[in-house]
């Protein structure tokens, strides 16, 4: 068990595997002739081309994740509340302008279970670039075993033994970060490109 804000971490963690060369390398190749893996130069433009929407993608998470703490967070008691002016004010302000007769409020799927929580995903998008930071480091990028083994011990099996924060800070070896994240889409330094991790076909 571990906070709902880091539970969805692990899993955009192991996204980062599938955009790395020499993790493709292993088992993406061309059916006709194994020996043809992906083009390095492919795999730039398809990292390059993520950029395009993720703007637009964070401006409706973060409009998701505002209403969801607006919703939840706390109201004078006997007061009505009428979700849907606080619904579309809210898109309004931070995603699109919204139809007056839209009511996204009345289909948004997350408004119940996870109460508050909606923010988790873009934080765990954040926490899981910085975690990235470890394996582009690495020697042996994303195959890098002692890296792997180090996320094992020092993040997965703590579960919530100790602060999830620790645990982060300890793999790591320095203090979280929000600059990966940023970095990845698209705001402030770029990191180089590299094609982390030794691939399988020649240089």
């Known amino acids: ?58 401006r409706r998470q973060f409009a998701f994740a505002s209403l969801d703490l607006a919703l939840h967070g706390p109201h004078e008691d006997g007061t009505p509340h009428d979700c849907v002016k606080v619904s579309n004010a809210i898109l309004e302000k931070v995603l699109l302008p919204i139809e007056p007769q839209t009511a996204f409020v009345a289909y948004f799927g997350h408004i119940t279970g996870y109460d508050a929580g909606y923010y988790g995903y873009a934080w765990a998008d954040a926490i899981a670039a910085d975690l990235a930071t470890v394996f582009e480091k690495a020697p042996g990028g994303y195959l890098d075993n002692e890296a792997g083994i180090r996320l094992r011990h020092d993040l997965y099996e703590p579960g919530s033994s100790r602060e999830v924060t620790q645990s982060i800070e300890k793999f790591l070896g320095r203090k979280q970060s929000v600059e990966p994240f940023l970095a990845k889409i698209g705001i402030g330094p770029q990191k180089k490109k590299s094609g982390a991790g030794p691939s399988q076909e020649s240089r």
């Open 1 to 58: 068990s571990v906070p709902r804000d880091f539970v969805e971490a692990p899993s955009q963690m192991l996204q980062a595997w599938v955009w790395e060369k020499g993790v493709l390398d292993t088992f993406a190749a061309d059916y006709r002739d194994p020996s043809k893996k992906i083009p390095a130069e492919l795999i730039e433009k398809m990292k390059e081309a993520r950029l395009a929407t993720e703007g637009m993608r964070y």
